[in-house]
């Protein structure tokens, strides 16, 4: 009964009278019921745009934010509509001016999509966001959706005015992606059944370009916009692309066809002219072959004139010998390495979502060839500050052991290509598979904190140490990368002191996050180390020394000190210090090795008992002397501990054979029961500058 109410009442409202929708409120209908895809009373009543309708169903309880299914809610479908009496009816009754669907519509870009103009205005005079991006839950982003803002919108749909309005009163921006890497020009560009060329279209196009869309961007299929352009046959296009002259003539789309081939296809002899004029080759394709079978003489001859051959033959894309060394990206390269591309210098590279590894805030990553060689392509606006101080960096640097390779550059129109060695994976993306744990926890960290001293040496602080920004290649050697934000160590001893310290913090985090294995996201790290991480209290002094570093040494050489710290140190080579230092006992007498001592046995409750926590036959044989025990041999004092284990390590050989079983591995045997003592001796020993007990760095580093 409840459901045929239900029914009766959304009728009611589409097609009936507002005295039937009051009737079957008062026989007991539910106001808020949700019937197929979450459509509430509210709801088809704003889709029919029926105010009156939508008051009653408010005053009778109506929820004013309900959602459909997906997301829509009554406020985003008036934007549909174009109401604005309802618009404003809904943020009165609490609706959020850029509230968005799951697909990431507001009511602003539905407004743009239907060409709402008065609702777009009103919306924005109310604070809707102008260049808001769809947003998206993860799973749609990894499949490219999502990004896109009202101005492409209204561009795909042709609307001239609200695009003229979005982008002259508004200020819309005409060079935001989405997030397949389409501004609003390609979108301008790109026809589909429901969406087909127009005059208005193409208009909007053009007015786009006057604004200063970028012309470089790429369409389905990896389309350019000049190909795009000449598939429309639009010649006003065409002329206005080629005179901005930002991109390559000769560029392909992901099945080699370049514009003039698309031109010859259309059978379009005035573009054709028009490619060739501007030297576009003429010797990709079989542009005769083509020109022929149409029976397009007039083609044919024109080709001829700008020095295409007929029967051209093309190399056969199976005998192309190669093979990748990258097991991620192979399959990737080898069509690349079959594909035709135009060369940028000695980079061949294809800016098409396939063959993207990654997204940057301007740019992006890319596969390619450079020389021959399989490289990652960091694209970046040529003059862009970061992509000089990238480039800068990496020039200097060219001779580093532990930054990523930098191969070389090229440039064109408004590009600029950064090339560099591939890797495998980031260090989140290797956290973030259970199988791999071949690299250790601290080899990795060994590795960040030399590449990072070695890149303040070399003149440059990184200022953006992020899991992200640290690669793995195809062997499991660690570099760093990523130095767009990087500055340059100049200017005061003030200046330089804060570039290094904020490589510091950024270590500090990283100590933490390695140590976990990436467990937690870097940006929602704890305050400190759990406890069942091993070695936490090294981490916790580590991260605490680049936290705060310590004042008697300078900030420029704090990394070269740490590189010494207990945590990168095996346990043979704890196990190695903290005998040498129980070896100080026996000095008691001299007045620098009895200074040590106090310092050492300065908080009497430290390790107290710590005879307790070893096997009774351990003491039993260090305490027994000529088959004789011996009364009291060892204190409760951390020296006394020092001294047994001292003891232990000098006359292990001529213990019996039960000991030297409990005692097969020393090292782990102390340091398992007492995992505080290493930390505790060093931080007493650093305190009074006493170092000679440390392992030195050519020890540290065969680590």
Not at 139 to 150: F, Q, V
Request: hydrophobic share 35%; proline share 2%.
């Amino acid at each position: 009964m409840a459901a045929d109410k239900a029914v009766q009442l959304s009728n009611a409202i589409r097609y009936g009278s507002i005295e039937e929708v009051q009737q079957l409120l008062e026989e007991g209908a539910d106001v808020n019921v949700k019937l197929n895809y979450g459509w509430t009373p509210l709801l088809f009543a704003v889709q029919g745009d029926k105010l009156e309708f939508v008051q009653l169903l408010l005053d009778q309880g109506a929820d004013p934010c309900a959602k459909k299914d997906n997301g829509a809610t009554p406020f985003i479908i008036a934007g549909i509509t174009g109401n604005v009496m309802l618009l404003e009816l809904f943020l009165s009754k609490g609706s959020e001016i850029n509230e968005h669907d799951d697909n990431g519509f507001t009511a602003f870009m539905e407004a743009a999509w239907y060409g709402k103009e008065e609702a777009l205005r009103f919306l924005h005079d109310r604070g809707a966001d102008v260049n808001m991006r769809r947003i998206v839950d993860e799973e749609k982003r990894a499949l490219n959706k999502g990004g896109a803002t009202a101005l492409m919108d209204a561009a795909r749909k042709g609307r001239f005015d609200i695009v003229k309005a979005l982008v002259d009163e508004m200020g819309a921006d005409v060079n935001i992606c989405d997030n397949r890497d389409r501004n609003a020009f390609v979108h301008a560009l790109s026809v589909t059944e429901q969406e087909p060329w127009s005059q208005t279209k193409e208009a909007v196009a053009s007015f786009l370009l006057e604004k200063g869309a970028d012309t470089t961007k790429r369409g389905e299929g990896g389309k350019t916009t000049l190909i795009l352009a000449v598939e429309q046959l639009s010649q006003e296009l065409v002329k206005a692309i080629l005179e901005k002259d930002e991109m390559d003539i000769d560029d392909a789309d992901k099945n080699g066809q370049t514009a003039l081939m698309v031109a010859v296809e259309k059978g379009n002899c005035n573009i054709a002219r028009m490619l060739c004029e501007k030297s576009a080759r003429t010797d990709i394709g079989d542009l005769i072959g083509i020109a022929n079978r149409t029976y397009n003489n007039y083609m044919a001859k024109l080709l001829c004139q700008f020095g295409a051959k007929a029967s051209l033959s093309q190399p056969d894309s199976n005998q192309v010998q190669w093979t990748s060394s990258s097991r991620r990206w192979g399959s990737k390269l080898q069509d690349l390495a079959i594909m035709y591309r135009p060369m940028i210098g000695k980079l061949k590279i294809f800016m098409y979502e396939k063959f993207k590894i990654q997204r940057i805030s301007q740019g992006g990553v890319y596969l390619g060839f450079y020389d021959g060689e399989e490289v990652a392509v960091k694209v970046f606006n040529a003059g862009a500050e970061n992509a000089n101080r990238e480039k800068t960096c990496h020039e200097k640097c060219r001779h580093s052991n532990h930054q990523l390779n930098y191969y070389g550059s090229e440039e064109q129109k408004t590009c600029l290509y950064l090339c560099f060695a591939l890797c495998e994976q980031n260090l989140e993306e290797y956290f973030g598979r259970a199988e791999n744990t071949d690299l250790k926890s601290k080899d990795i960290l060994k590795t960040i904190f030399q590449a990072v001293q070695e890149l303040h040496a070399f003149g440059f602080g990184h200022q953006d140490l992020h899991p992200s920004n640290i690669l793995i290649d195809a062997t499991g050697k660690v570099f760093l990368a990523d130095f767009d934000k990087s500055k340059k160590l100049v200017g005061s001893d003030a200046e330089k002191n804060d570039i290094i310290t904020e490589d510091l913090k950024g270590l500090e985090r990283l100590v933490l996050y390695i140590a976990m294995r990436g467990q937690t996201c870097f940006e929602d790290l704890p305050a400190q180390c759990p406890k069942d991480i091993i070695d936490n209290i090294e981490i916790e002094d580590l991260r605490a020394r680049l936290g705060s570093p310590v004042d008697k040494i300078p900030v420029s050489e704090q990394l070269v000190n740490l590189l010494q710290h207990p945590y990168f140190w095996s346990n043979q080579m704890k196990y190695r210090f903290l005998r040498d230092v129980g070896n100080e006992t026996r000095n008691a007498k001299q007045e620098e090795s009895r200074a040590i001592l106090e310092a050492l046995d300065n908080d009497k409750n430290l390790f107290k008992d710590w005879e307790k926590k070893l096997d009774q036959e351990v003491m039993d044989e260090m305490t027994t002397v000529n088959n004789r025990k011996v009364k009291k041999p060892y204190k409760n004092c951390v020296t006394d501990l020092l001294r047994l284990i001292r003891n232990i390590g000098e006359h292990l050989h001529e213990k019996n054979d039960q000991v030297k079983k409990i005692l097969e591995k020393p090292e782990e045997y102390f340091l398992d029961r007492f995992p505080e003592l290493t930390m505790h001796v060093y931080q007493t020993l650093d305190n009074l500058s006493y170092y000679k007990h440390f392992p030195n760095t050519q020890t540290l580093s065969h680590l």
